[in-house]
T-cell receptor
Framework: AQSVSQHNHHVILSEAASLELGCNYS??????LFWYVQYPGQHLQLLLK??????LVKGIKGFEAEFIKSKFSFNLRKPSVQWSDTAEYFC??????????????FGQGTTLQVKP | KAGVTQTPRYLIKTRGQQVTLSCSPI?????VSWYQQTPGQGLQFLFE???????NKGNFPGRFSGRQFSNSRSEMNVSTLELGDSALYLC???????????????FGPGTRLTVT
């Protein structure tokens, strides 16, 4: 079965530290990849997306992610985090193919706490 | 553009009852997907509707059903509620096409269902 794994469940960083959140998926075919963020008290928001082309994608608020097909990974990065980045981050995958129409598979989420 | 809206935001029901949740997609979006979010299972796909047709269904019992209207608004229904149905139910809309091409999904704030 297709699945998405986020390695870190809870990350605590100080402001200005660099961030990397890991995401791996299990599916051998074509994928569309996403990172969503859920700030406290708010709904899920799209942070960035990858459909095809340049494997390094940039999103909102200085976030970027790199798709490494050979490693089935789509890790999220930010060079310098801010207190306002405190949130829960979800990696999500759409496995292209029949039976997956309209379906995102989510990782378990990573809670990021940034200390001022 | 207005975002995805969901009503009601909170619901408390008793075991054995049924419940109907509503979702209004972003204007112009014809695809609506539903997800269940719980602390234990995370975000799980329920079903996707496009042009009033269910195109995909997740691994949930038949007590979970949905429909979509001609204006793309969608409802989901859960019959014979169980304690384990307590969750946040999220609706997402997208520009997904009749051919099933996947586009990013935009999420609503969710309906928090508590079953007692």
């Amino acid at each position: 079965a297709q699945s998405v794994s986020q390695h870190n469940h809870h990350v605590i960083l100080s402001e200005a530290a660099s961030l990397e959140l890991g995401c791996n998926y299990s599916y051998g075919g074509t994928v569309n990849l996403f990172w969503y963020v859920q700030y406290p008290g708010q709904h899920l928001q799209l942070l960035l997306k990858y459909f095809s082309g340049d494997p390094l994608v940039k999103g909102i608020k200085g976030f970027e992610a790199e798709f490494i097909k050979s490693k089935f990974s789509f890790n999220l990065r930010k060079p310098s985090v801010q207190w306002s980045d405190t949130a829960e981050y979800f990696c999500a995958v759409n496995a292209v193919g029949s039976g997956n129409t309209g379906k995102l598979i989510f990782g378990q989420g990573t809670t990021l706490q940034v200390k001022p | 553009k207005a975002g995805v809206t969901q009503t009601p935001r909170y619901l408390i029901k008793t075991r054995g009852q049924q419940v109907t949740l509503s979702c209004s997609p972003i204007s112009g979006h014809r695809s609506v997907s539903w997800y269940q979010q719980t602390p234990g299972q995370g975000l799980q796909f329920l079903f996707e509707y496009f042009s009033e047709t269910q195109r995909n269904k997740g691994n949930f019992p038949g007590r979970f059903s949905g429909r979509q209207f001609s204006n793309s608004r969608s409802e989901m229904n859960v019959s014979t509620l169980e304690l384990g149905d307590s969750a946040l139910y999220l609706c997402a809309s997208s520009l997904a096409t009749v051919a099933g091409v996947f586009y990013e999904q935009y999420f609503g704030p969710g309906t928090r269902l508590t079953v007692t």
